[in-house]
C-alpha cells in the first residue's frame, strides 16, 4: 500500500522562486492536511481540506496556497519563497476527521531549502 | 490554536530504562491524546492514543498515562531499546465524536529520545 506519497523529497529554491508540493493518497480519505516542522518547534497545520474543493486555513497559512480537485491530491503552492520557508513539509491524511479513532498517516515530506 | 507543552526536548536513557515524557494542554475542548513517533527521514507514525475517559493505556512497551483534571499526559515506555531511539510528538485535538476534529491536531514541541545500548 502506497499510502501518502509526497514529491519531491528535496528542493532547494531561490528567493522569489515559485514550486508546487505534490501530494497523493490512495486510501479515499476525505481529509487532507499540510504541516510544517520546524526543527523544535513541532508540527505547525499550514491547511486542510475535509473534501474535494473545500480547503481551509490553519496556524500559518501566510505564504502558501492549497487545491483539492479529487479526493486524492492535494497539493501545496508557495508562489514567493522565502528564507523563512526553509522547512520540512509533510502532507497527511485521516478517514475523517482528526478523533478519537482515527488515525493520521503521514507522507515521509518534502525538505525544502530557499536560499 | 492552544498550545500543547512538551517537555523534555531532549532525553538519553540506558537500554531497559523507563523514558518518560510528559505534556500539557491548555484547551478543554480537547478529546484525543495521540502520541506520534518520527524516525529520521520518515513522516510521523501513530504510536498510541487515548480519550480522557481513561486513566491508562497500554499497548506493549508503551503506556499512556493522562490526569484530566491536571490537564496532562505523559508516554511511559518500558524495557527500552535503542531502536525506539526516535523522536516523539504529543498532540491533542477534537473529536469527530464531540463534533470536530477538521482543522488538525495542535502538536507539542518533540521530544528527541536516545536510548544508549
Known amino acids: 500500500n502506497a499510502g501518502v506519497t509526497q514529491t519531491p523529497k528535496f528542493r532547494i529554491l531561490k528567493i522569489g522562486q515559485s514550486m508546487t508540493l505534490q501530494c497523493t493518497q490512495d486510501m479515499n480519505h476525505n481529509y487532507m492536511y499540510w504541516y510544517r516542522q520546524d526543527p523544535g518547534m513541532g508540527l505547525k497545520l499550514i491547511y486542510y481540506s475535509v473534501g474535494a474543493g473545500i480547503t481551509d486555513k490553519g496556524e500559518v497559512p501566510n505564504g502558501y496556497n492549497v487545491s483539492r480537485s479529487t479526493t486524492e491530491d492535494f497539493p501545496l503552492r508557495l508562489e514567493l519563497a522565502a528564507p523563512s520557508q526553509t522547512s520540512v513539509y509533510f502532507c497527511?491524511?485521516?478517514?475523517?476527521?482528526?478523533?478519537?479513532?482515527?488515525?493520521?498517516?503521514f507522507g515521509q515530506g518534502t525538505r525544502l531549502t530557499v536560499v | 490554536q492552544q498550545q500543547v507543552k512538551q517537555s523534555p526536548q531532549s532525553l538519553i536513557v540506558q537500554k531497559g530504562g523507563i523514558p518518560i515524557i510528559n505534556c500539557a494542554y491548555e484547551?478543554?475542548?480537547?478529546?484525543?491524546f495521540p502520541w506520534y513517533q518520527q524516525f529520521p527521514g520518515k513522516g510521523p507514525a501513530l504510536l498510541i492514543a487515548i480519550r480522557p475517559d481513561v486513566s491508562e493505556k497500554k499497548e506493549g512497551r508503551f503506556t499512556i498515562s493522562f490526569n484530566k483534571s491536571a490537564k496532562q499526559f505523559s508516554l511511559h515506555i518500558m524495557d527500552s531499546q535503542p531502536g525506539d531511539s526516535a523522536t516523539y510528538f504529543c498532540a491533542g485535538g477534537v473529536g469527530e465524536y464531540s463534533g470536530g476534529g477538521a482543522d488538525g491536531l495542535t502538536f507539542g514541541k518533540g521530544t528527541h529520545l536516545i536510548i544508549q545500548p
Open positions: 497527511a491524511s485521516t478517514r475523517t476527521g482528526l478523533g478519537s479513532t482515527t488515525e493520521a498517516f
Open positions: 484547551n478543554t475542548a480537547f478529546d484525543y
